[in-house]
Each structure stands twice: as structure tokens, then as C-alpha cells.
């Protein structure tokens, strides 16, 4: 499980802003286009949450449903195709209903949605949420018989819960606001990299001093 502790810190250090004149949903999902060429395929989905630290059968699922939901939504008068491709460039056609309102149409970053989640549903912590406090935002923002809203935004608010939780259990204003824009993929690919790597030196460093 990757911490993040030192994701919410590294990002408060920075002090990045999100811009609200920019295709912000596209930044959210360029993390998981991992050759860079505009298009996401089922296979980079799963080697996205895989790089984030998501269970092998949980990428699997959650690759499948993202890119056969929202391919054809994303490729407006092209006929189907069986590789399930997502075309970035249209990330917004593919918005889902029974979200948080936080990206508009065009899929720019709407500041005052963003802080309006806080004032409604922050009640222990000012700048962060706890687990029923998330719970509570995916209820009232249900619209009727959206089954398929229900569900993307559940699992993706779930996931990001598990994810970067801190040790007491809130998931902090910070983590959330880079969610948005998808600096927060990189971060948590960056950890989970280096976390591997410690591991695997400790483990031959273990190895090296038992042998002698």
C-alpha cells in the first residue's frame, strides 16, 4: 500500500495551482495513455492502476469497464472497435453523470466546486474527508437510475480511498485536488517505485551479509 503522507506534502510544497482554462480531465487521463499517443488502450489502463499500486484482478475488472464505457464516447461517428480505444483528445464526451461536478462540460477544473465539497461534507476536518464523509458526497450526488454513475464514481472514489488514505484515515484536500489533474498518478507511481526498490535492496543486502 503506498502511503500518502509524502504525496500530500510534496504536493502542498509546490504550491501548484490547477488552471481552469485548460482541458483539466485530459491531464487526468494522459497518466494512462503510457506511450503517449493520444489513445488508451484496455492493456495501458491495466498497467496504470498497476503502476499505482491496484491489485492485479481489481486492474483487470476496472480496465475492462473504463475503456468499454467509455470508448465509443470518446470516438463520435467512428465505428466501434474490439480494442476498446479511448481517444484522450474527447476524454469530455465520456464524462459520467452522478459525479462531483468538479469538471465542467469541457472538462475544465471548476475551482468552486472543488471548495464546495469541503464546506458540505468536511464536518471533522476542514480540508479533509473521512471515509463516511466521502460516502455521504457519492450519495447526494446520485441522479436518478444512474446506475453507471453510481458505479464509476464509487469505484473511483473507493479506489482513491484505499489508496492515499493517511494513517487516521482522511483523505486530505491536497490528494484530491491533484486526483484532478493527475499529478497524483505520478506521485503515487514515483513511491511505489521507490518503495520496490528499497525493498529489493534490503532483500539483497540480506542475502549478501547471511552468505558471508
Known amino acids: 500500500m503506498v502511503s500518502t503522507n509524502s504525496t500530500t506534502s510534496d504536493l502542498q510544497e509546490k504550491g501548484e495551482s490547477i488552471p481552469n482554462d485548460q482541458n483539466v480531465l485530459q491531464k487526468h487521463v494522459l ?26 484482478v481489481f486492474s483487470v475488472a476496472s480496465a475492462l469497464f473504463i475503456n468499454i464505457s467509455l470508448s465509443q464516447k470518446t ?43 469541503f464546506r458540505k461534507y468536511a464536518h471533522t476536518h476542514p480540508d479533509a474527508l473521512t471515509s463516511g464523509e466521502l460516502m455521504a458526497m457519492l450519495r447526494a450526488n446520485r441522479e436518478l437510475k444512474d446506475y453507471t454513475g453510481w458505479l464509476s464514481s464509487w469505484s473511483e472514489w473507493k479506489t482513491l480511498y484505499v489508496l492515499c488514505k493517511d494513517s487516521d484515515g482522511l483523505l486530505q ?17 514515483k513511491q511505489r517505485a521507490s518503495a520496490k526498490k528499497k525493498a529489493y535492496c534490503f532483500i539483497h543486502m540480506n542475502k549478501s551479509i547471511i552468505s558471508h
Not at 497518466?31 to 492485479?56: K, S
Open 173 to 189: 484536500k491536497e490528494t484530491m485536488r491533484a486526483l484532478y489533474d493527475g499529478s497524483l498518478f505520478e506521485h503515487l507511481e
Open 31 to 56: 497518466f494512462f495513455d503510457r506511450n503517449q499517443d493520444g489513445i488508451v488502450y484496455p492493456w495501458e489502463t491495466f498497467q496504470g492502476l498497476r503502476a499505482i499500486g491496484c491489485g492485479v
Open 75 to 117: 470516438r463520435p461517428g467512428k465505428y466501434p472497435s474490439l480494442l476498446f480505444p479511448i481517444d484522450v483528445q474527447n476524454i469530455h464526451l465520456a464524462k459520467h453523470g452522478s459525479d462531483s461536478g468538479v469538471y465542467d462540460h469541457n472538462g475544465r477544473f471548476l475551482h468552486e466546486k472543488f471548495e464546495a465539497i
